[in-house]
């Protein structure tokens, strides 16, 4: 005989199953709007870019009501413990989600004025930084689907790859405007979008932090190491000996 609690349990589940798959199907949708948003810088589309900018509007809707069901639960259900951490968890992650929408967005409209000058060679290296940053979304998604902690933590380590493509990215096109001052406006917009895209792994890292201390409640006490050198004052270490060499 099932009891009065039985049925505020099985009902708790179930509203914390549906809350976790529209925040999964967020997850998903901010990932192809970052797919979208290269494809369109490869092909110089200004109609496609602006499509992606107006469909963020889609994922900030879904981040509000994903919010509002959030209240509403903490509302209803009073949740504690392990119960409460996956209710915090959901709406961190979301609005780590919306974030990450954001940036694809951006991505996006960046591409239109791009698109406007000449293409330089360097446009083509952000479609590895946005598969690098695609992979472990999807993979931290994952991870928040399946309550799976190392899978997470596995994701918040391997940031420190994308890290390192970005700072080897912003070294490239360092190089390409020292080359020749005609590449300085089509580069620094290059410049802002790859840091778009390595700000999209940070917000990945932040929900694989989320998932852990779901999972375990407690915080991921080992520090991450942060190898994006881009934010030093001292830029000569960033024209390494790969570096395509200036024109005289």
Same mark, same amino acid.
Request: cysteine-free; overall charge neutral; hydrophobic content about 40%.
């Given at each position: 005989? !099932?009891?009065?609690?039985?049925?505020?349990?099985? %009902?708790?589940? &179930? /509203?914390?199953?549906?809350?976790?798959?529209?925040? =999964?199907? $967020?997850?998903?949708?901010?990932?192809? *709007?970052?797919? #979208?948003?290269?494809?369109? =810088? /490869?092909?110089r589309d200004e109609r496609a870019a602006q499509r992606v900018v107006d469909n963020d509007d889609t994922i900030d809707? $879904?981040?509000?009501?994903? %919010?509002?069901?959030v209240?509403?639960?903490?509302?209803?259900? @009073?949740p504690m413990a392990g119960d409460l951490r996956n209710v915090f968890a959901a709406l961190r992650t979301a609005a780590d989600i919306e974030r990450i929408g954001d940036y694809a967005a951006n991505v996006a409209k960046? !591409?239109?004025?791009?698109? $406007?000058? @000449?293409?330089?060679q360097p446009a083509r290296g952000l479609e590895h930084l946005a598969r690098l940053a695609a992979t472990g979304v999807r993979?931290?998604?994952?991870?928040? *689907?399946?309550?799976?902690?190392?899978? @997470?933590? @596995?994701?918040?380590?391997n940031d420190t790859v994308l890290d390192e493509a970005y700072t080897g990215y912003f070294r490239q096109l360092l190089t390409y405007m020292m080359e020749d001052p005609r590449n300085i406006t089509p580069c620094?917009?290059?410049?802002?979008? +790859?840091?778009?895209?390595?700000?999209?792994?940070?917000?990945?890292?932040?929900? #694989?932090?989320?998932?852990w201390f779901q999972v375990t409640g407690e915080?991921?006490? !080992? *520090?991450?190491?942060?190898?994006? *050198? &881009?934010? %030093?004052?001292?830029?000569?270490?960033? +024209?390494? !000996?790969?570096?395509?060499?200036?024109?005289?």
């Open positions: 005989m !099932s009891t009065g609690t039985d049925h505020i349990i099985k %009902s708790y589940d &179930t /509203e914390l199953s549906r809350l976790t798959a529209e925040i =999964v199907r $967020m997850g998903e949708l901010s990932v192809k *709007q970052l797919e #979208a948003a290269i494809d369109v =810088v /490869e092909r809707r $879904m981040e509000r009501d994903i %919010s509002h069901d209240v509403r639960l903490l509302a209803l259900r @009073a960046r !591409s239109i004025p791009l698109s $406007m000058v @000449a293409p330089v993979e931290v998604l994952a991870a928040y *689907q399946e309550r799976d902690a190392e899978r @997470a933590h @596995a994701v918040w380590k620094t917009h290059l410049l802002f979008m +790859a840091k778009n895209i390595e700000r999209i792994g940070d917000h990945a890292t932040n929900i #694989a932090e989320n998932v915080p991921l006490q !080992s *520090q991450r190491r942060k190898l994006d *050198q &881009t934010s %030093s004052a001292d830029f000569s270490g960033l +024209a390494g !000996s790969g570096d395509k060499p200036a024109r005289p």
